[in-house]
């Protein structure tokens, strides 16, 4: 009954969802009515603009990791950590509180993988920074974390660089969620196939997107 009940509130926890929440009630907007319509740190960053987009990107990170970490908190045994940390990520993209609606995952999946890898955590976030300064798009940096990070669990363990050996669940659930993180950039990989994908105003922009 303990891990139910753990489990649900890692849901609950993810489902928490700070970008609309944030609009509402300092903004008077509603994110679904802008942008990219998701309650995300990107669309927060793009609408309500970067402090905003700061405190979101806090907030979705550290459901993602307090998730993980209940186990541990709660000092529960038999079940592994990443599963907390996915339904919360879960309750991020369809949360219970916005009409099953919500974010692409990107903030609180690296909240999960802080917690239960901080070396896999690092290795990606080189990754996402240098791919955004390339490209000057987060959905570009975000989607080749998801494909490198997906390649990772299945490489790295048997090389045993940054893991020890494979963790089958670790590994099944993270390929799940890069697949899943690729499918909610979906829309953004048409644009940027159509070169009018949204930029941040920094970066080589090497794929040499419409500016708007």
Request: proline share 3%.
């Amino acid at each position: 009954m303990k891990i139910v009940i753990l489990l649900v509130l890692a849901y609950l926890l993810g489902s928490i969802p700070s970008g609309l929440w944030i609009g509402k009630i300092f903004f008077h907007k509603n994110l679904h009515d802008y942008g990219s319509g998701n309650t995300g740190t990107t669309n927060t960053f793009r609408i309500l603009g970067r402090k905003a987009g700061i405190i979101v990107f806090i907030l979705d990170f550290f459901k993602g990791y307090i998730a993980t970490c209940l186990p541990l908190i709660f000092n529960v045994h038999g079940i592994s950590p990443v599963v907390f940390g996915i339904l919360a990520i879960f309750g991020h993209t369809c949360s219970i509180f916005d009409h099953f609606k919500g974010g692409k995952a990107v903030a609180t999946s690296a909240g999960m993988l802080f917690a239960y890898n901080p070396y896999f955590f690092f290795f990606l976030l080189i990754i996402f920074v240098i791919t955004l300064y390339l490209t000057s798009m987060v959905s570009f940096a975000s989607v080749a974390c998801a494909v490198i990070g997906g390649l990772a669990v299945l490489i790295f363990p048997s090389i045993h660089f940054i893991f020890k050996s494979y963790d089958p669940i670790f590994t099944i659930l993270t390929l799940i969620l890069a697949f899943f993180i690729i499918y909610k950039h979906k829309d953004n990989i048409k644009r940027i196939m159509n070169h009018d994908e949204n930029l941040v105003p920094f970066g080589l922009n090497i794929t040499k997107q419409k500016t708007k």
